[in-house]
């Protein structure tokens, strides 16, 4: 019974992988199966600097760069976002938490629950890069394309019409940045959920639907463990 309960609010799990590895189409695609929202800071992050306040420029001096956010503001913004009703009956982060100090704030954020799954999408570093450096999104909305699967109209987003750009942070020497400052702050933080028992790795290799389906077998396999 203690299960079902559980079970009937949505989960509340963060996908981790590197950049390319597909969180933001499986974050978003996960957040929609159990209708839960999908809550990305890089996302937020994207729409405070085209917003152009204050907070959001100095946010994107540190994301054209490739750069990580400092934790605090970062925090901030995730800390308001889950304050938010929807958020309540559950949640698929994407690209929070970062750092395993950013991992310890969300844990007293969400005190007395925890997060039930960290979800490690695992793919090559070739696989990422020929993923990223041909990556385009829309300028409005942000939709994903590739330059192997454009939109019909090659520079205009089939959702709203939005010019088709590169985001600066997909240029190969930004790739590479990002590449790197995730290998040196991944060890700590799958270290960090290793230890509480709710570290996953699902590969990202293969169709959308292939690793899909791992995700949400591994969230559901996740969810009927007895709470910890
Ligand atoms: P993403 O779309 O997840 O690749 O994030 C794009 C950029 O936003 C990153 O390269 C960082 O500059 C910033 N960012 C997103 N999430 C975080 C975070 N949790 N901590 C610090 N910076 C972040």
């Not at 490739?66 to 690209?95: S, Y």
């Not at 960290?118 to 942000?142: E, K, N, Q, Y």
């Not at 933080?189 to 995700?215: D, F, M, N, P």
């Amino acid at each position: 019974m203690e299960h079902e309960r559980a079970l009937s609010s949505g989960p509340r799990v963060t996908l981790l992988g590197k950049q390319g590895a597909g969180k933001g189409t499986q974050a978003g695609r996960v957040a929609a199966h159990y209708g839960v929202p999908h809550i990305s800071t890089g996302d937020m992050l994207r729409a405070a600097a085209a917003a152009g306040t204050s907070f959001g420029r100095r946010a994107a001096e540190y994301m054209d760069a490739g750069d990580l956010v400092p934790d605090n503001v970062v925090i901030g913004v995730v800390a308001e976002r889950l304050a938010e009703d929807d958020a309540c009956g559950g949640f698929v982060l994407d690209g929070f938490p970062r750092t395993r100090s950013q991992a310890e704030e969300l844990q007293l954020l969400l005190a007395p629950n925890d997060l039930e799954a960290a979800i490690d999408i695992d793919v090559p570093i070739p696989v990422v890069m020929r993923r990223l450096s041909g990556r385009r999104v829309c300028g409005v909305c942000g939709a994903i394309y590739h330059v192997d699967h454009p939109p019909k109209h090659k520079w205009t987003c089939d959702a709203d019409g939005g010019e088709i750009i590169q985001r600066q942070d997909d240029h190969e020497s930004a790739i590479l940045r990002r590449l790197n400052l995730y290998e040196q702050e991944i060890g700590p933080l799958i270290g960090h959920y290793a230890g509480l028992g709710i570290l996953r790795i699902v590969s990202g290799t293969g169709t959308v639907e292939e690793v899909l389906s791992r995700i949400i077998e591994c969230i559901d396999d996740a969810r009927r463990l007895p709470a910890r």
